[in-house]
T-cell receptor, first 112, second 112 residues
Framework: DAMVIQNPRYQVTQFGKPVTLSCSQT?????MYWYQQKSSQAPKLLFH???????NEADTPDNFQSRRPNTSFCFLDIRSPGLGDAAMYLC???????????FGDGTRLSIL | GESVGLHLPTLSVQEGDNSIINCAYS??????FIWYKQESGKGPQFIID?????DKRQGQRVTVLLNKTVKHLSLQIAATQPGDSAVYFC???????????FGEGTQLTVNP
């Protein structure tokens, strides 16, 4: 049974058209993460929420934002997608610090 | 078969052989390490973790070794099977304990 669920699995959007990716979890974990992964590369952390506290990575573009309305859901908003934003976007959760992160199967984003 | 991680991102072994995947980490203050397996089109899957107060930990067919002196982590897979073919990532935590830094990844191919 999937515990970190990402929808949709594949998303196509147009250059410059806002897009939202969603993640939900059934683990009741405190921490939720968003990663970007490009082909043949390691996942790159964009930001994370520890409960309601938002933690942005220094090199995450302003174009990327996130919302966590409740414990179970977290959203990634890309305000004006560029061609370079085409990638796999992974959501992960963790119970707390120094605990394993559990990943969803990602949303593959394509930009036309 | 054995990989050098950052310098040899691919490892090819025969079914039934043991595999060793190596990883050099950068932060001497890291105290939590994880190995992930990522199959094509899926999110990273937790394999095994180890904390810095240990130098060895065993799971089912997998063993992780930690050498803090030389900042080296390895994953040993016994009796490698075709289903083990995937990219393997090591990851280390940061001082907050909430963020992971992923290594480059090693592509393991198991030949029947």
């Amino acid at each position: 049974d999937a515990m970190v669920i990402q929808n949709p699995r594949y998303q196509v959007t147009q250059f410059g058209k806002p897009v939202t990716l969603s993640c939900s979890q059934t683990l009741n974990h405190n921490v939720m993460y968003w990663y970007q992964q490009k082909s043949s590369q390691a996942p790159k952390l964009l930001f994370h929420y520890y409960d309601k506290d938002f933690n942005n990575e220094a090199d995450t573009p302003d174009n990327f934002q996130s919302r966590r309305p409740n414990t179970s859901f977290c959203f990634l908003d890309i305000r004006s997608p560029g061609l370079g934003d085409a990638a796999m976007y992974l959501c992960a959760t963790a119970q707390g610090s120094n605990q394993p992160q559990h990943f969803g199967d990602g949303t593959r984003l394509s930009i036309l | 078969g054995e990989s050098v991680g950052l310098h040899l991102p691919t490892l090819s072994v025969q079914e039934g052989d043991n595999s060793i995947i190596n990883c050099a980490y950068s932060n001497s203050a890291s105290d939590y390490f994880i190995w992930y397996k990522q199959e094509s089109g899926k999110g990273p899957q937790f394999i095994i973790d180890i904390r810095s107060n240990m130098d060895k930990r065993q799971g089912q067919r997998v063993t992780v070794l930690l050498n803090k002196t030389v900042k080296h982590l390895s994953l040993q897979i016994a009796a490698t099977q075709p289903g083990d073919s995937a990219v393997y990532f090591c990851a280390e935590n940061d001082s907050s304990g909430s963020r992971l830094t992923f290594g480059e990844g090693t592509q393991l191919t198991v030949n029947p």
